[in-house]
Nanobody, 110 residues
Framework: VRLVESGGGLVQTGGSHRLSCTASGSINHMGWYRQAPGKQREWVATMRYNGRTEYADSVKDRFSISRTYDRNTVYLQMISLKPEDTAVYYC????????WGQGTQVTVTS
C-alpha cells in the first residue's frame, strides 16, 4: 500500500488548513498521527472502515476527518489552529498502522 499525502504548509494561529492522503490498494481504516519536534509521534484521528470517526482530545472539536466516496482518500480539516499543532503529520493505513505516508509539515505561526 502506498500513501501519498499533500497539503502541508504555513498557517497563522487561528487559521484553517486541510491535509489529504490517498491510498493505493484495498480499503481499510485510515487516519493521521503527528510528531512535533522533540516529541513522540501521537495519534490524531481515525476514519474507520465503517465510517466511524475518532479523535484525540487535543484536537476534538477543531479537526475533522472525512473521506471520498471510494474511501481511498481521507482529509483532515483543521480549524482554530494553534502553535502547538505544529508538527509533521503522517497518514496511516490499518489499525494498528501497517503503512505510513511520507509525512507533511504543518507549521502554525503565532
Amino acid at each position: 500500500v502506498r500513501l501519498v499525502e499533500s497539503g502541508g504548509g504555513l498557517v497563522q494561529t487561528g487559521g484553517s488548513h486541510r491535509l489529504s492522503c490517498t491510498a493505493s490498494g484495498s480499503i481499510n481504516h485510515m487516519g493521521w498521527y503527528r510528531q512535533a519536534p522533540g516529541k513522540q509521534r501521537e495519534w490524531v484521528a481515525t476514519m474507520r472502515y465503517n465510517g466511524r470517526t475518532e479523535y484525540a482530545d487535543s484536537v476534538k472539536d477543531r479537526f475533522s476527518i472525512s473521506r471520498t466516496y471510494d474511501r481511498n482518500t481521507v482529509y483532515l480539516q483543521m480549524i482554530s489552529l494553534k502553535p502547538e499543532d505544529t508538527a509533521v503529520y503522517y497518514c496511516f493505513w490499518d489499525d494498528p498502522p501497517s503503512y505510513w505516508g511520507q509525512g507533511t509539515q504543518v507549521t502554525v505561526t503565532s
